[in-house]
Nanobody, 117 residues
Framework: QVQLVESGGGLVQAGGSLRLSCAAS????????VGWYRQASGKQRELVAT??????????EYADSVKGRFTISRESANNTVFLQMNSVKPEDTAVYYC????????WGQGTQVIVSS
């Protein structure tokens, strides 16, 4: 199993930026998928951005709603994945969860992001 600890959420004005971090307790070499999901109040949890590893190839995937505004990145040496959120919108308000798949799904505790208009 893997533990995921998020940080970096908070209140930000529309058009501003925020950076989320997620520290994993295992090396990314043992993780198939790592990244971010979010859940707004009254809505289903949805993919934001993830890294998927297929053998030696790793590729990023983004939700259409965040393409061009959010960037996922990672520091493999520290087993940390980041989500840089730029040009945020009120509709980005949600609890953001770090996610990892090692055959089973694992979730962090979530970090709240509130975008004020």
């Amino acid at each position: 199993q893997v533990q995921l600890v998020e940080s970096g959420g908070g209140l930000v004005q529309a058009g501003g930026s925020l950076r989320l971090s997620c520290a994993a307790s295992k090396s990314f070499l043992s993780i198939n998928v790592v990244g971010w999901y979010r859940q707004a109040s009254g809505k289903q949890r949805e993919l934001v951005a993830t890294f998927t590893r297929r053998g030696t190839i790793t590729y990023a995937e983004y939700a259409d709603s965040v393409k061009g505004r959010f960037t996922i990145s990672r520091e493999s040496a520290n087993n940390t994945v980041f989500l840089q959120m730029n040009s945020v919108k009120p509709e980005d308000t949600a609890v953001y969860y770090c996610y990892a798949n090692l055959g089973l799904n694992y979730w962090g505790q979530g970090t709240q992001v509130i975008v004020s208009s």
